[in-house]
């Protein structure tokens, strides 16, 4: 079946550092990729995503590139912020059998301190 | 448009009795899903309807829990009898998908269940 591995959390950063949020996956055939962020108290909302191999899904400074040879989707941004704290989701949606099927990674928690 | 509407956002029982979780997804959209999120398990698929039909309930815990959705713009995630463990946070999400992309799920606010 299809999965999603991420890095494991916490990772903290000081503000204005690099970040790199590792994603890989596996699955049946062509999926679309997404990075979703939640943040405290909050539901998960779309921070980008890509539909297909090559494919660079960008946002709020964010960006992550579908690498179908190395089945992965990492997440970067080259200067996180304090209000970049959160939790994000590598998550995997294929087309399986005429229906919609997501699969979602564990969760990043990311802390940026001052 | 509103978003996904859940209610209650906080719910709080004893254990043993009836919850009663509600979601109102975006209107257009034909998936509706139910996750639970708790620190220990993270985020799981309980239950996921296409066009209002059950596609997968493979994630639900067990007999005690069912959902529902009676039309396209409403949603239930019941639990009898609830129990502690079911402490958590329920997600409710809907997306529209056309046969051949799948596309963004759009998560409600969440509701907050503590079972005494």
């Known amino acids: 079946g299809n999965s999603v591995t991420q890095m494991e959390g916490p990772v903290t950063l000081s503000e204005e550092a690099f970040l790199t949020i590792n994603c890989t996956y596996t699955a049946t055939g062509y999926p679309s990729l997404f990075w979703y962020v939640q943040y405290p108290g909050e539901g998960l909302q779309l921070l980008l995503k890509?539909?297909?191999?090559?494919d660079k899904g960008s946002n709020k400074g964010f960006e992550a590139t579908y690498r179908k040879e190395t089945t992965s989707f990492h997440l970067e941004k080259g200067s996180v912020q304090v209000s970049d704290s959160a939790v994000y989701f590598c998550a995997l949606s294929e087309n399986s059998g005429g229906y919609q099927k997501v699969t979602f990674g564990t969760g990043t928690k990311l802390q940026v301190i001052p | 448009d509103a978003g996904v509407i859940q209610s209650p956002r906080h719910e709080v029982t004893e254990m043993g009795q009836e919850v009663t979780l509600r979601c109102k997804p975006i209107?257009?959209?034909?998936?509706l899903f139910w996750y639970r999120q708790t620190m220990m398990r993270g985020l799981e698929l309980l239950i996921y309807?296409?066009?209002?039909?059950?596609?997968?309930d493979s994630g639900m815990p067990e007999d005690r829990f069912s959902a529902k959705m009676p039309n396209a713009s409403f949603s239930t995630l019941k639990i009898q009898p609830s129990e502690p463990r079911d402490s958590a946070v329920y997600f409710c999400?809907?997306?529209?998908?056309?046969?051949?992309?799948?596309?963004?799920?759009?998560f409600g606010p969440g509701t907050r269940l503590t079972v005494l």
């Open positions: 999400a809907s997306s529209f998908s056309d046969r051949v992309y799948t596309d963004t799920q759009y």
């Open positions: 209107s257009g959209h034909d998936y």
């Open positions: 309807f296409n066009n209002n039909v059950p596609i997968d």
């Open positions: 890509a539909t297909k191999a090559d």
